[in-house]
């Protein structure tokens, strides 16, 4: 085993270091990779557009992509790489787009959608969102019939709901799954669209507060909404198999043990400055082992995500693995978000801007945002049902 | 960057678990457990052909010189056998005399362990019960060339089987426990030495030793007097990392065999295995394996490559502790009755994980060690 990168590696990641450390340098005092904050905030939302436009003039948003349509044709260490620096740096700028829609397009897409959506995509002058869970189509996201689609001329007319579309208030992009053949075993029935939102007509967007009153989340209601049949990705009704060839893509969610192990490495300078008036939250033995038994899952997590990065840069398809890594991470998450509200003691519910509120009030933050972890993107059920499934060969009957 | 292990580590692991299934059956895990000395020579002198007990040995010493990679893939497969003997021991010891003796000591004491003529035992612990310097207080007073040694050692494995003992003495008192200790060869037959052995859950063949005025030779010291501690501080780790390795395989096993279990087993007209709650118990123990393996191979690799590996050897036994208990403990649940019985072997697992928790620091302390490298 050689757990070392390649001096090539080892360069790219001193030009993310050094970029992004620069970056910080001149970032809002607020900035940070959660992408729900950015839409969350103006000066956030600014941030993250900027940042977005200069990732991609440098070509980082589509690092992993054939040379031939703008990437870099690095593989999946490199975004790795890239993915953690940025992340552990507290820098936005990188949405489903890149990852998402660029898989399905790159995966299923024509010569033509080649050239016209991955350049877009690449420039960071789009933003995506994810037009997929409807009201009574959650995890069992191939069952959806809220959104509805049907041929007209050269364009396919859309009408219904979506609901949990992060961003969709911001976003000027959508990647849209809706039921185009309602009497088709469900997952045969279901197209892949690529389309704009901002400012279209038949589109109405509606917030829903978090519990900490952030507006991540929408409705979005489609009411003779077109969208021409040259944006469909691959097949008409076959969408679903769309969204599944871009799963292999980037799976590792690096960028989240990034960002959760800078939160926690904050929260431990804070504990070792005695940061109670020179007073330390961690004077018991059983906050400290908290703490520790937080770092240990924390450095366990990052060397699942590299051994999940390593599996698929050898085009492994990993369902077990990457399933694994996410609800291992998810509920990692939830985990240190706690202990640090926690460890804060009186501090802790401070919120963000308030005198007296420390670390920024982000484990007041991330306490509650990152409920949404375990449950966006495939529950933790789900994820157990997969390893079950797909690596244990248990029966589904 | 290359995640896998290569083509000598496979061959390796492929060779371990044939020998394994072939030549250490159940049957004989549990004869060995009442058996006096824990082991049986005929597997013993069958493993030594193959070179195992030379593994970290170099070439010039008889060994094959492998790595602490190798040692991890051969470890696993034990722990997936509840392989008894004095292997685990003897390797430790071994890497004490690599690590700190002299060419002398090596030349002496190498060749015969690479043969499979040599088992040692390693005589640390003490009443006091813990892997820190403050715990040694067993006293070895200078006598000419010699030193004397008057004291208990408690819980060490592989007493009865051991021809030498790698004990850890104090040779001077300071204000800093860290200070005064040394490390001797004691050979098992001195004069004034008495084994009580010890039953434990997990049979695994542990002693009393009791020393009053052994008499060892100067040139039996290992290390310099005095400056013992770095030494069995590096050897902790090490062998905290080698421990997990043994308990990863233990509790991969036990993975393997609940999932064939739940696909078998019917209750209701279905396997139980169809079950949601079986299938999440499940796939919580395969992702918590998983995770627990690869803590470990960084660790090992961080120790081929001569770097700092004292917080990854932490982080790797609290968390694989945890899980192989946890896991262990699921596995019986998903057995049912059959799984808390004699006759079936999750069992042994179970036991197994138990004892391997407390050995070389419990979660606690290691998690303790975590919260210093930390800063806190």
């Known amino acids: 085993m050689d757990f070392n990168l390649t001096p090539a590696q080892e360069a790219l990641k001193r030009e993310f270091e050094e970029f992004f450390s620069e970056l910080e340098k001149s970032a809002p005092p607020n900035h940070t990779a959660k992408i729900d904050y950015c839409y969350e905030h103006e000066d956030a939302w600014a941030f993250h557009r900027e940042v977005g436009r200069k990732l991609g003039r440098k070509g980082w948003l589509s690092l992993p992509w054939p040379k031939e349509y703008g990437g870099k044709g690095l593989g999946q260490i490199e975004q790795l790489i890239f993915q953690e620096i940025r992340a552990y740096h507290r820098i936005p700028g990188f949405d489903p787009g890149p990852v998402v829609a660029a898989a399905g397009v790159l995966e299923r897409g024509t010569e033509e959608q080649k050239k016209k959506w991955l350049p877009l995509i690449a420039s960071g002058e789009t933003t995506w969102c994810e037009g997929w869970s409807e009201p009574n189509s959650g995890s069992d996201l191939a069952s959806i019939t809220a959104t509805t689609g049907y041929e007209d001329g050269n364009d396919w007319v859309i009408n219904g709901q979506k609901v949990w579309t992060t961003g969709a208030h911001r976003c000027s992009h959508m990647i849209l799954l809706a039921r185009t053949d309602p009497k088709a075993p469900k997952h045969q029935g279901i197209t892949y669209f690529l389309t704009p939102i901002k400012d279209m007509p038949g589109i109405e967007v509606r917030p829903i507060l978090r519990m900490y009153r952030g507006h991540s989340f929408n409705e979005v209601f489609f009411d003779n909404f077109r969208i021409p049949k040259e944006n469909i990705i691959g097949e008409v009704h076959k969408g679903w198999y769309v969204l599944m060839a871009g799963m292999d893509f980037e799976r590792t969610g690096v960028a989240f043990v990034a960002e959760t192990r800078r939160d926690f490495d904050e929260l431990i300078e804070f504990v070792r400055e005695n940061g109670f008036d020179g007073r330390s939250p961690a004077e018991a033995a059983v906050v400290r082992h908290r703490l520790a038994q937080c770092l240990i899952e924390l450095e366990t997590w990052r060397q699942w995500a590299y051994y999940v990065a390593w599996l698929q840069s050898k085009g492994e398809h990993v369902p077990g693995e990457s399933s694994a890594v996410k609800r291992f991470g998810s509920e990692l998450m939830v985990k240190v978000s706690q202990v640090g509200l926690e460890t804060l003691g009186l501090y802790g519910p401070l919120k963000e801007g308030s005198k007296w509120a420390r670390l920024q009030g982000r484990f007041e933050y991330a306490c509650q945002h990152d409920l949404g972890m375990t449950i966006a993107g495939g529950t933790t059920e789900v994820q157990k049902n997969i390893i079950a499934w797909m690596e244990l060969g248990l029966p589904r009957k | ?376």
Not at chain 2, 89 to 106: F, R, V, W
Not at chain 2, 295 to 317: N, R
Not at chain 2, 339 to 350: N, P, Q
């Open chain 2, 1 to 376: 960057m290359n995640l896998d292990f290569n083509e000598a580590e496979d061959i390796l692991r492929n060779m371990a678990r044939d020998f394994m299934e072939k030549e250490f059956p159940k049957k004989l895990v549990r004869e060995l457990e009442d058996d006096p000395t824990g082991y049986s020579p005929e597997v013993w002198a069958k493993m030594a052909e193959l070179g195992w007990m030379g593994l970290l040995i170099p070439e010039k010493y008889g060994g094959i010189e492998g790595s602490f990679m190798q040692l991890v893939v051969l470890l696993e497969e034990m722990g997936r056998a509840c392989f008894v003997g004095p292997y685990f021991s003897t390797t430790l010891c071994t890497m004490a005399i690599l690590d700190a003796g002299t060419e002398e000591q090596k030349s002496r004491f190498l060749p015969q362990i690479a043969e499979g003529k040599l088992k040692m035992a390693f005589a640390f612990t003490e009443p006091q019960a813990r892997f820190e310097a403050s715990g040694i207080a067993l006293k070895a007073t200078p006598e000419g060339n010699d030193f004397v040694l008057d004291g208990i050692k408690l819980f060490v494995q592989d007493a009865r089987a051991a021809d030498d003992f790698l004990c850890v003495g104090r040779t001077s008192s300071a204000q800093d426990p860290r200070e005064g200790i040394s490390l001797f060869v004691v050979d098992a037959r001195s004069p004034g030495i008495t084994l009580t052995p010890l039953i434990t859950m997990a049979y695994d063949h542990q002693c009393e030793i009791l020393f009053q005025g052994v008499r060892v030779p100067g040139g039996n010291l290992v290390g310099g007097r005095d400056e013992g501690w770095p030494i069995v501080e590096r050897l902790l780790a090490k062998a905290a990392v080698a421990k997990c390795a043994e308990m990863n395989g233990g509790a991969e096993w036990v993975v393997g065999a609940s999932v064939a279990y739940a696909k078998e087993r019917i209750q209701y007209g279905k396997p139980i295995g169809s079950y949601q709650a079986i299938q999440h118990y499940l796939a919580d123990m395969w992702t918590d394996v998983g995770l627990a393996k690869r803590m470990t191979y960084y660790a090992a690799w961080k120790i081929d490559q001569g770097l700092p590996f004292d917080m990854e050897a932490s982080i790797a036994k609290a968390w694989v502790t945890e899980v192989y208990k946890h896991v262990s403990r699921m596995g019986i649940q998903i057995h049912g009755a059959l799984g808390t019985t004699r006759d079936h072997d999750m069992g042994l697992y179970f036991q197994r994980a138990r004892q391997g928790a407390v050995l070389f620091g419990d979660p606690d302390f290691h998690r303790e060690k975590v919260a210093r490298f930390m800063g806190l």
